[in-house]
């Protein structure tokens, strides 16, 4: 194999092009610059600024013109006079050749040949490498998906919205709206026409082959359709769950404490009170059924240390808050404290309520900037992010909460953030060999919950963090089988949320990926039990809980929200995951 460096290695982006527009480094899109040069230098070329053209693709073109987001990739053969659309492809070791007008949003399949010219065969006594060539010229219309190893001969139009099987060999104009197939290719069916049902088909069943071409959706309409009813369903999950919240969470109290999912071994601890508090408000505005807001009141701060304002792991049922509690070793930036800091302090904020002492933070600058450098960015961006997640709430809560006992560490923290945020990702720490983007997506949400969200500041640099966001989305590793978690899941709709409130970049593509998510979870409801932390974990992470539920509503509203729909939930959040600022930095004084 060549060397990375050499003319002909073989490059990622060149056969995944897709990724560029996300993936693409600063030395990536250099390298496009210089090839965009190499291509104006040819002939008469224009090319949008961020079009991606293979360095291995062959592309000879007396004229080329291409639309943004467009590209060619690897050992593509392109020539003549090419006019390429905006968000159209060409995808590897296609023939692209004569005089060809391709519309906005085309896709065209690898192998595939579309041939704007032919060779005569009127002079019977000239051989055929000497008949004169002769073209009539291509036109593909807007939003045509052309599959793989298809031929389109010279003189053709394909119209809009059609669809070309695999292997198809067009020799004749496509009507739009048409999907054709076969050699030659023949129409099968208008693609507005309403589907035969099984009732109603009274037409024989046709052979395997056209049954795969001829009747199966492609996944642009299937997804399209599905996108279209989200709403309806959207607005019937929150009907349904509002109906059914007191009985799941009495299906998680015991007698004496809530737990988290009932029939698992599990220690006393303070969250799954926190989370059935935020159920409860967010689907009924009150309080959990049986309980009464002034006694969760006592319950959730009898647990708070006065002298560090920490809140101690333990039981909040009768029999433990008789029992003495061990503050010592407790930190805002890491251990069992830190999460307690957002959860008990937005249960009680929900409770119209709020710690009784505040949070101590007597952190000098060289101190705090000590321990934020000694955080484990490398490997654990997650823990380094929840925790400046916690330190960030803690300001946040004395400054709602007992203003006199001014910013603490704000000010230290984000001048920190500023200069450590590495500007090609948007985000903080690295991501490594084993785990890909994930460390480093989740904990640049809870970074960013904590700061930036909290105190209504911008992003420092929200597109690249959007590039960032949508090319991790694509790691099947993370968004399949356990890994379809609602932390995985929520540490990506919140900062493409939050980021979406400064650029649309990358809007269209979020938005594909939050209309599948939401798909996908508004059917994993389990009546009466509410939702799994990880439905397809095939472990007691997939028994429904109130960890779950609590995450999953809030990650609904924020995928509903994102995609412009969220009023028809009746519900918005007001704990962990409200989406206005806490504490608003230009109101200090």
């Known amino acids: 194999m060549t060397s990375p460096g050499s003319d002909h290695a073989v490059r990622r982006l060149d056969f995944l092009p897709w990724e560029y527009a996300r993936r693409g480094t600063a030395a990536d899109r250099e390298r496009q610059a210089e090839r965009h040069r190499q291509l104006a230098a040819t002939g008469k070329v224009d090319l949008a600024a961020d079009v991606y053209v293979a360095e291995s693709a062959a592309v000879f073109c007396a004229e080329l013109r291409m639309g943004e987001r467009s590209y060619i990739a690897a050992h593509a053969y392109v020539t003549g006079e090419i006019s390429l659309g905006s968000d159209s492809t060409i995808n590897p070791f296609s023939v692209v050749r004569g005089r060809i007008t391709i519309g906005d949003g085309v896709r065209i399949g690898a192998h595939t040949s579309i041939l704007a010219f032919n060779h005569g065969t009127a002079v019977t006594e000239e051989p055929m490498f000497r008949q004169p060539h002769t073209s009539l010229g291509i036109t593909v219309g807007d939003d045509v998906w052309i599959g793989s190893n298809v031929l389109v001969l010279d003189g053709v139009t394909i119209g809009a919205h059609s669809i070309v099987g695999a292997g198809a060999v067009v020799t004749k104009d496509v009507d739009e709206w048409s999907v054709v197939a076969g050699n030659p290719a023949r129409k099968l069916r208008d693609r507005r026409a309403p589907r035969p049902t099984a009732e109603s088909t009274t037409t024989p069943v046709p052979d395997a082959a056209q049954v795969t071409v001829a009747v199966a959706d492609p996944p642009e309409r299937t997804i399209a359709a599905a996108a279209r009813d989200l709403p309806d369903r959207a607005a019937a999950f929150a009907s349904r769950a509002r109906e059914q919240v007191d009985e799941l969470l009495r299906r998680c109290w015991d007698g004496e404490r809530f737990v988290d999912r009932p029939g698992i071994e599990q220690e006393p601890a303070i969250r799954p009170w926190c989370d059935a508090i935020e159920i409860a408000d ?46 010592a070793g407790l930190s805002v930036l890491e251990g ?82 500023t200069a450590r945020v590495d500007r090609e990702s948007g985000m903080w720490g690295q991501p490594d060999p084993d785990q890909g983007w994930l460390q480093v997506v989740n904990g640049f949400y809870r970074l960013t919950r904590g700061t930036y969200a909290q105190f209504g500041l911008p992003l420092p640099y929200p597109e690249a963090a959007v590039r960032t966001l949508l090319a991790h989305a694509e790691d099947r590793r993370v968004f399949s089988g356990g890994g379809f978690n609602a932390c995985n899941v929520l540490d990506v709709i919140h900062p493409l949320w939050l980021a979406g409130k400064q650029t649309d970049f990358g809007r269209a593509e979020g938005r ?52 412009g729909f969220s009023d028809v939930l009746a519900y918005r959040p007001r704990g962990v995951h409200r989406p206005e600022p806490l504490v608003a930095l230009p109101g200090l004084s």
């Open 512 to 563: 594909r990926w939050a209309e599948a998510q939401l798909a996908e979870i508004l059917g994993r409801w389990v009546d009466g039990a509410g939702f799994a932390f990880a439905p397809d974990g095939g472990d007691d992470r997939a028994i429904p809980g109130l960890q779950g539920t609590e995450m999953w509503l809030a990650i609904i509203w924020l995928l509903t929200d994102y995609l």
């Open 282 to 327: 967010l689907l009924l505005r009150r309080a959990p059924e049986g309980h009464t807001r002034d006694d969760l009141v006592r319950r959730l701060r009898a647990r708070q240390d006065p002298q560090t304002g920490l809140v101690a792991p333990g039981d909040l049922s009768d029999r433990g808050l008789e029992q003495p509690f061990d503050a």
């Open 336 to 417: 069992p404290a830190s999460y307690h800091v957002l959860c008990a302090g937005y249960a009680l904020q929900v409770l119209d309520s709020c710690f009784e002492h505040p949070i101590f933070l007597d952190l000098p600058p060289a101190e705090l900037e000590r321990r934020l450098d000694g955080l484990p960015w490398a490997r654990n961006a997650w823990g380094a992010g929840a925790g400046i997640d916690a330190l960030g709430t803690a300001v946040a809560r004395n400054l709602n909460n007992y203003r006199d006992t001014g910013s603490g560490p704000l000010f230290t923290l984000m001048g920190w953030l």
